[in-house]
Every structure is written in C-alpha cells, then in structure tokens.
C-alpha cells in the first residue's frame, strides 16, 4: 500500500527557510510524476512545483526562483527547498504522485507551513 508521509513544516519569518520532505512507502521508483501542491485557507488547492523521473522540474509561476524541488530514489523520499518565503506562502503542503502504469494519485496528510510578515 502506497503512503506518502509529508514533514518539515512549520512556523517561518518572512525572508526565511524551511525544507520539506515527501517520504513514500513502496514502489517510489514507480512515481512517474511527484509533486508538491499548497492550500492556503479559503483558496483552491495550487500547484508549487513537480518533478519527473528523468529529473524535469516545473514550478508555479509564484515560487519560481525560490523554491527548489528534487527527489532521492535511493531515500525514497522528495523533497521541497523554500527560500526567501513570503507570507502568501503560508498554507497547508501536500505532497502528491502519480503512477501512469495503474493511472493513480496518491496524496499525503499535508504540512502546515505558516509565514509570519
């Protein structure tokens, strides 16, 4: 059974870091696409960033610049590098896979990460 458990989350100044994990359980070799999306209260789930297995990144159009995603196959886990965060980054993270052979997404529970201005 597929879990993703995500981490790392927390309370931030403006200006700061912080790094979030994606640990997976079974087959993370076979996450063809992974990725980090955000909610922030009252608004629609977004996406911030993705990765594939040949290692091409996405970003939204938001995070660009700042954010770095990548993901240890070794370690089975992803991971989300924040910098220079913004009190709009504030908002519940999830992470997210797809596996294309069995056409599913799995979701974590999510992180809390809050940007105090």
């Known amino acids: 059974q597929v879990q993703l458990v995500e981490s790392g989350g927390g309370l931030v100044q403006a200006g700061g870091s912080l790094r979030l994990s994606c640990a997976a359980s079974?087959?993370?070799?076979?996450?063809?696409?992974m990725g980090w999306y955000r909610q922030a209260p009252g608004k629609q789930r977004e996406l911030v960033a993705t990765i594939i297995t040949g290692g091409s990144t996405t970003y939204g159009d938001s995070v660009k610049g700042r954010f770095t995603i990548s993901r240890d196959n070794a370690k089975n886990t992803m991971y989300l590098q924040m910098n220079s965060l913004k009190a709009e980054d504030t908002g519940v993270y999830y992470c997210n896979a797809v596996q294309f052979v069995t056409s599913r997404e799995y979701w974590g529970q999510g992180t809390q990460v809050t940007v105090s201005s």
């Open positions: 079974g087959m993370f070799f076979s996450f063809n696409v």
